[in-house]
Nanobody
Framework: QVQLVESGGGLVQAGVSLRLSCAAS????????MGWFRQAPGKEREFVAL????????NYAGSVKGRFTISRDNAKNTLYLQMNSLKPEDTAVYYC??????????????????WGQGTQVTVSS
């Protein structure tokens, strides 16, 4: 199994940047496809970004493309989400997720097997 712990969230003003981190532990982390999701109150958990096990492929939700960058450092067992030009509509709990399969590149929550506890990002106008 993989254990995931997010950090880096906070309360910031619109236009500010944040970098979220997700520390992973467990066997075969480097072989897992990983993603970021977010969930606002009363909303479904939605896809934000994903990255393949070797960082060869990435994908982003249209609402964040050009502003957010997903990356991973397998040597440090860490997944990142660099968030620039934050907007109030980015306010949500952000979750990192990992698939137990290296080939998975899913944009849906059902495509992932392991989840962190989430970190709150609040963007004020």
């Amino acid at each position: 199994q993989v254990q995931l712990v997010e950090s880096g969230g906070g309360l910031v003003q619109a236009g500010v940047s944040l970098r979220l981190s997700c520390a992973a532990s467990g066997r075969s982390f480097s072989m897992n496809a990983m993603g970021w999701f977010r969930q606002a109150p009363g909303k479904e958990r939605e896809f934000v970004a994903l990255i393949s096990w070797n960082s060869g492929s990435t994908n982003y939700a249209g609402s964040v493309k050009g502003r957010f960058t997903i990356s991973r450092d397998n040597a440090k067992n860490t997944l990142y989400l660099q968030m620039n030009s934050l907007k109030p509509e980015d306010t949500a709990v952000y979750y990192c997720a990992a698939s137990k399969y290296s080939f998975t590149m899913s944009t849906t929550v059902t495509g992932y097997d392991y989840w962190g506890q989430g970190t709150q990002v609040t963007v004020s106008s």
